[in-house]
C-alpha cells in the first residue's frame, strides 16, 4: 500500500505562489502515474494536473495552464505542484492522488486513482 502526504499549502495573497508537495511512503511510486485535485467548500472535486510514471507527459486543467507545473522526483519518492500567478478562484484543499497501476496515458478522473493524500489547504485572498 502506497500513503500519500501533502505539505506546503498555506495563506497567499492574489499573485503570490506556493509550491506544494506529497511525499509517498509504503513503496516505490516511480512506476504510478501521479495527479493533484482540488476541492472548494461547496464544489465538485476536479482535476488539477497529472504526470506519467516517467514524467515525460503532463497535462494541467485549462483553468491552471501556463500558471502551475506538476513534477516529480522519483529517486526521493515526491511529487510537487509548483503554483504561480495565484487567484482567488484556486483556494480549495488540494490532494495528491497516485494510479496504483502502471500506464503511460495520462488521467484525468478521479475515480482512475487508487491512492489519495488528506490534502492540504491552499487559500489565495484577494
Known amino acids: 500500500q502506497v500513503q500519500l502526504v501533502e505539505s506546503g499549502g498555506g495563506l497567499v495573497q492574489a499573485g503570490g505562489s506556493l509550491r506544494l508537495s506529497c511525499a509517498a511512503s509504503?513503496?516505490?511510486?516511480?512506476?504510478?502515474?501521479m495527479g493533484w485535485f482540488r476541492q472548494a467548500p461547496g464544489k465538485e472535486r476536479e482535476f488539477v494536473s497529472a504526470?506519467?510514471?516517467?514524467?515525460?507527459?503532463?497535462k494541467h486543467a485549462d483553468s491552471v495552464k501556463g500558471r502551475f507545473t506538476i513534477s516529480r522526483e522519483n529517486a526521493k519518492n515526491m511529487v510537487f505542484l509548483q503554483m504561480n500567478s495565484l487567484k482567488p478562484e484556486d483556494t480549495a484543499v488540494y490532494y495528491c492522488?497516485?494510479?496504483?497501476?502502471?500506464?503511460?496515458?495520462?488521467?484525468?478522473?478521479?475515480?482512475?486513482?487508487?491512492?489519495w493524500g488528506p490534502g492540504t489547504q491552499v487559500t489565495v485572498s484577494s
Open positions: 492522488a497516485a494510479r496504483g497501476v502502471i500506464s503511460q496515458v495520462v488521467a484525468t478522473e478521479a475515480s482512475q486513482y487508487f491512492y
Open positions: 509504503g513503496r516505490s511510486i516511480g512506476n504510478y502515474a
Open positions: 504526470i506519467t510514471w516517467n514524467g515525460l507527459n503532463t
